[in-house]
């Protein structure tokens, strides 16, 4: 019988192929996430994103180096393409606008920390702050454990993209980034530097640590989009 990759019982076969691999990853997908309610977050998103489930003590997951930083000693440098450059001391950063928001925190690895009472200061006002010129498009963090990580700019802009230093009442520990780290609550969680310490906004993409390690440039969990 000859082998026509065009013919419809081939094409058939391969659409079979196909649906089985998808009813596998559905099945997967359905044996990992509890049922729950079927609650949706505030973006109308599952508010567990697939593969994901929900964690009862926030691990903490890094490089295994924490920096000693305190209010001293941490600051905040923006650099790049922006109208004022400026390094933040901490009473500086803390002169921004401050916010509370609730938001959750999906690690690549399955665990969610869910609702988080976060305190902060919006990646929008420091933007606002040092003014991005027009041809900046992405940013590119650095921490003080030498970790990094990349972002669109318009990702970074959204509403929900904090520097965080409380977290359910209390200042940030320094297992989790204290004093100041970012989360992207709409990204898987790699996107969120702990210990921030350099924003710079640029014209070109460049990936950061995880990033030219394998994981998703891009990090949509509810795309489960976690590996390049
Ligand atoms: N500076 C720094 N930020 C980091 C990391 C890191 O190793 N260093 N790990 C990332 C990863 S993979 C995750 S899941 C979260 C973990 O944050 P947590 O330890 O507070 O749970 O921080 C992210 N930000
Ligand atoms: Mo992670």
Redesign the pocket.
């Known amino acids: 019988m000859s082998f026509d990759l065009n013919s419809k019982r081939i094409q058939g076969r391969l659409k079979l192929i196909e649906y089985r691999k998808a009813l596998q990853e559905k099945q997967k997908w359905d044996d990992e996430i509890p049922m729950g309610s079927g609650e949706l977050n505030r973006d109308g998103n599952p508010k567990l994103p697939p593969g994901q489930h929900a964690s009862k003590n926030?691990?903490?997951?890094?490089?295994g180096v924490h920096p000693e930083l305190d209010e001293v000693t941490w600051n905040l440098t923006i650099s790049g393409l922006v109208k004022h450059p400026k390094m933040f001391t901490w009473d500086q950063f803390m002169e921004l606008p401050q916010v509370e928001d609730v938001s959750d925190f999906h690690?690549?690895t399955s665990w969610s920390q869910m609702d988080n009472h976060w305190k902060g200061v919006r990646f929008q006002d420091i933007a606002a702050h040092c003014e991005p010129l027009p041809n900046a498009k992405y940013v590119y963090i650095k921490?003080f454990?030498a970790?990094s990580t990349n972002l669109p700019l318009e990702e970074a802009m959204k509403e929900d993209v904090l520097l965080v230093h409380h977290w359910e009442g209390h200042p940030l520990t320094r297992?989790?980034?204290g004093p100041v780290r970012m989360i992207t609550p709409q990204l898987y969680?790699?996107k969120?530097?702990?210990?921030i310490g350099e924003i710079e906004f640029r014209e070109h993409d460049e990936l950061g640590f995880?990033e030219k390690r394998g994981y998703s440039n891009t990090a949509e969990p509810w795309l489960n989009d976690r590996y390049s």
């Open positions: 926030w691990p903490v997951l890094d490089l690690c690549v921490a454990d970790y297992d989790h980034g969680a790699w969120g530097a702990k210990w995880w």
